[in-house]
């Protein structure tokens, strides 16, 4: 069954920004601006749609989401209303596959209690449910913040009125970020967020994503093409820092023309031609883009087919090292949801030879094999080094 996830922001009948009122069609050159990109560089069908406010707005979804074919509409500021009100125009037309939603921060700063936050939820499942029966809408719970700790009981309050409704249907889905942001003194995780202690940092999207991700791959969502079929034209996917090689295959033996599109401003960013070439598992195409330096989303277009998105950026690789890094404690201690372990194998220090334990303890945490064997250590120290000296 298709499965349709969304990412949305609360808003209510009269969206609020802070503590000021916003006028009904407060967004209304916002969802201009989307709708003009979309009639430059159409969206594809059954893409992974997040809407919502600034949380998703500022939401690098192809660095966290890599791979996967993603689409952000978040408006700043906005609520749950405002994607009510705008639903026709900026989640009906893409028919996602998966629809991933958070709002109720701005609604509950505003003094909407937290029964108007549930109605207004249900106001956008019934308005995505009309046109899109089978879509899944994954609604990611509304989020403690330092700058906002003093309303966390009424937020807390329409958590639990839209989980409770969530379990009743089984196209939609909730994703509790409450409990894994907070700390051991059980207030919000200064980290995860920026100097504002409102919007998140990038360790908080770091999280949301590890939280968020399960459910898409439960979900069993794709990842497509422009049209929803596998993409014709193979890149990586995590992306190019700008002065790398960029390179892109396809299937074929004839020699044809590519372009490679900027994702934002549909414009064509540079162009080149894909020649034959024949490997181990017989010819294939390929293209040479290294020319393309300046940072941006961007995809590869050809006659047949296209490309999935990828990113142009001296980052591009910051979020995969940071998770190889990071696999060291993950593949002995396990995930943690507060990004702290306890301590843990104090009792590792047996010698061999006699049998004795020694104390071990504060040392270097060997994590680069299960087994504990000393050659996959030597490999784990030596990729190590070599970050260090890289970084």
């Known amino acids: 069954m298709a499965v349709a996830s969304l990412v949305l922001l609360w808003s209510p009948a009269s969206p609020t920004y802070g503590q000021e009122t916003i006028a009904p069609n407060q967004w209304e050159d916002a969802i201009r601006t989307f709708e003009e990109q979309d009639r430059r560089s159409p969206p594809p069908k059954n893409a992974i749609l997040f809407v919502g406010s600034s949380s998703i707005r500022m939401w690098d979804l192809l660095r966290y989401f890599p791979g996967l074919e993603v689409i952000n509409r978040g408006f700043g500021g906005s609520h749950i209303s405002d994607s009510v009100e705008f639903s ?52 990611i719970s509304i989020k403690p913040s330092i700058q906002r700790w003093h309303l966390v009981e009424k937020m807390r309050e329409a958590n639990k009125f839209i989980r409770t409704f969530i379990e009743k249907d089984e196209r939609l889905r909730y994703v509790d970020v409450d409990a894994p942001m907070l700390g051991a003194d059980k207030k919000p995780r200064p ?32 990842k497509p093409g422009p049209s929803g079929e596998s993409a014709k034209v193979l890149v990586n996917h995590v992306g190019f820092v700008p002065k790398a090689a960029k390179l892109c295959v396809m299937p074929g033996e004839k020699e044809d023309d590519f372009e490679v599109v900027n994702e934002e401003t549909g414009r064509v960013a540079c162009t080149g031609r894909l020649v034959p070439q024949k490997g181990d598992l017989g ?97 784990g120290m030596i990729g190590l080094g070599r970050l260090f000296e890289v970084g």
């Open 88 to 139: 026709s125009r900026i989640v009906i037309p893409y028919e996602p596959e998966v629809v991933v939603l958070y709002a109720g921060d701005n609604d509950i700063n505003a003094g909407k209690s937290p029964e108007t936050v549930l109605r207004d939820f249900e106001a956008f499942v019934k308005s995505v449910h009309s046109k899109l029966p089978d879509t899944t809408i994954v609604f």
């Open 283 to 379: 010819r294939f195409l390929v293209g040479d883009f290294s020319q393309l330096q300046k940072p941006g989303a961007y995809y590869v277009r050809t006659a047949n087919g296209r490309s999935h998105r990828f990113r142009v950026s001296p980052q591009a690789y910051d979020d995969s090292l940071q998770k190889i890094v990071r696999y060291f404690s993950i593949q002995r201690c396990g995930q943690s949801t507060t990004g702290h372990n306890a301590p843990c194998h104090l009792d590792d220090g047996k010698r061999l030879d006699n049998g004795e334990r020694q104390d071990v303890t504060g040392g270097w945490h060997d994590a680069c094999d299960l087994r504990k064997w000393v050659d996959a250590t030597i490999y």
């Open 191 to 222: 980290e995860l967020f920026v100097a504002d202690g409102l919007h998140l940092s990038a360790a908080g999207y770091e999280l949301w994503a590890s939280l968020v991700l399960p459910h898409l791959e439960a979900l069993g969502s794709r």
